[in-house]
């Protein structure tokens, strides 16, 4: 807690575990994941279905639990297709990249305390990090290529927008992403994750960083692609985005890809953010409840809200235009999350220097930067109508469509020219000769 991020003695105590109890954990992780993948699409059609007032998957198992094991046989057996005008290595690699690294997260999530496993105790984490926030982020930065490299891959001009369309928004939110982790950082004194999930003891960063956990939980739904932010893969606008040329098991590489994202973003978010496998209040008042095998039920408890919050929002909010989604990453926030950071480097910096009430002027601060954030949202709100306002008032211009060499459409505030040929208000007969329906 001294605000230095160097390994203790706790970080280089992993890896004293046999072989095949790290076995065991790699397993038990894939088993979770893709269990958890299966779960996440099937309550995902039923809670959507919910909300929409219709009934969901219902048929296959009971409650329609093995619908969606049904969907991954159906797209195994599905006829694999491989554009012509593809790079055909690149196309088949693309997808493993995707998946791959998805995987690879989460040998760094903490899902409880040390237990006994066959009579060994261990860690219920496969391995710990001094800088394993940062392993997390770069995992997942990789993740991303598969998706830029499927979309230039296809030989097809959709496919390569939502590529591109992937690489910048990785780019503005994964900035915002790592900013939102520094307050942690600073108050943990550490990167570690086991760290920073003892630092949380005796009180979530949720509350303490506020500003902090609601820039990162936009981010990472920026970041997994998800509704309202899921523009590289926007059905009206690129048919299906960097994967509609794949089929078969490819293109379920892809879906496995972003429902991992979806757990591992929200597994970090649990960990950073909500004491990770601690039991939250009332639960924490009984003894037992950050012991044994008791804080793997609060750590899935708490991946399941965030999982009900990825799809919540998605049968709730329609997808945002592209210039919103940029307008949003980084105009608003990027500054937010560099103002709070220089609040939360003060702060502590008082604390040690002159022995301050940390919480309170965290809390002070908290409110004071979401009082910043909602003016903004209303100074552009009134910039906006304003702008609305000045385009009515202004007669609109006149412009000249082969201006440039090619015909264009008018830009707004522009009007189209009054027409001079066949089809305009007066003819070749005279100027006070009015066009009739014939004539148009």
Avoid: C
């Avoid at 066959?118 to 598969?146: K, M, N």
């Avoid at 008042?285 to 990825?310: E, I, R, S, T, Y």
């Amino acid at each position: 807690m001294n605000g230095t991020l160097l390994a203790s003695p706790e970080v280089s105590g992993f890896g004293g575990d046999p072989w095949w109890l790290v076995v065991i954990k790699a397993v038990a992780i894939f088993v979770f994941l893709v269990v958890m993948t299966l779960f996440a699409i099937w309550a995902e059609r039923r809670v959507v279905g919910r909300m929409q007032q219709r009934i969901g998957p219902n048929r296959v198992g009971p409650f329609g639990l093995l619908q969606s094991l049904a969907d991954g046989i159906k797209l195994a057996l599905k006829e694999d297709i491989v554009p012509k005008a593809a790079d055909k290595a690149v196309f088949i690699l693309a997808p493993i990249i995707a998946a791959t690294p998805a995987f690879l997260s989460f040998a760094v999530i903490p899902f409880g305390p040390e237990v006994s496993i066959f009579g060994h105790q261990t860690r219920l984490q496969l391995t710990d990090l001094p800088v394993a926030v940062l392993y997390v982020l770069a995992v997942a930065s990789v993740g991303i290529y598969g998706i830029v490299l499927a979309g230039w891959s296809s030989g097809s001009t959709y496919p390569l927008l939502g590529g591109l369309r992937s690489s910048a928004q990785m780019i503005s939110y994964e900035v915002a992403m790592g900013l939102s982790f520094v307050g942690v950082f600073l108050y943990a004194g550490s990167m570690s994750t086991s760290e920073i999930v003892n630092a949380q003891a005796h009180g979530w960063y949720a509350v303490l960083l506020a500003p902090s956990f609601v820039i990162y939980v936009i981010a990472m739904i920026g970041e997994t692609n998800r509704a309202p932010f899921d523009l590289p893969e926007a059905e009206g606008e690129l048919v299906g985005g960097f994967h509609t040329e794949y089929s078969s098991l490819k293109f379920a590489l892809f879906f496995l890809a972003e429902y991992i994202n979806m757990v591992t973003v929200s597994a970090l978010a649990t960990t950073l953010f909500l004491g990770g496998w601690r039991a939250p209040w009332p639960v924490s008042l009984w003894d037992g409840a950050n012991q044994g095998w008791w804080p793997v039920l609060w750590f899935v408890a708490k991946l399941l809200m965030f999982l009900f919050v990825f799809i919540w929002l998605r049968g709730t909010l329609p997808r945002l235009r592209y210039d919103q989604f940029m307008k949003l990453g980084w105009k608003v926030l990027i500054p937010a999350a560099l103002g709070w950071l220089l609040l939360v480097a003060t702060v502590r910096a008082l604390n040690t220097e002159y022995n301050f009430d940390t919480r309170e002027i965290a809390l002070y601060g908290g409110i004071a930067a979401a009082a910043l954030i909602a003016v903004t949202f209303v100074w552009d709100l009134i910039a906006a109508r304003r702008d609305e306002e000045s385009a009515v008032e202004h007669e609109p211009e006149e412009f000249d469509a082969m201006a440039g060499g090619h015909p264009v459409p008018p830009m707004p505030g522009q009007s189209k020219p009054a027409l001079t040929g066949v089809g305009a208000t007066t003819t070749a007969a005279g100027p006070d000769h009015t066009a009739t329906e014939d004539d148009r």
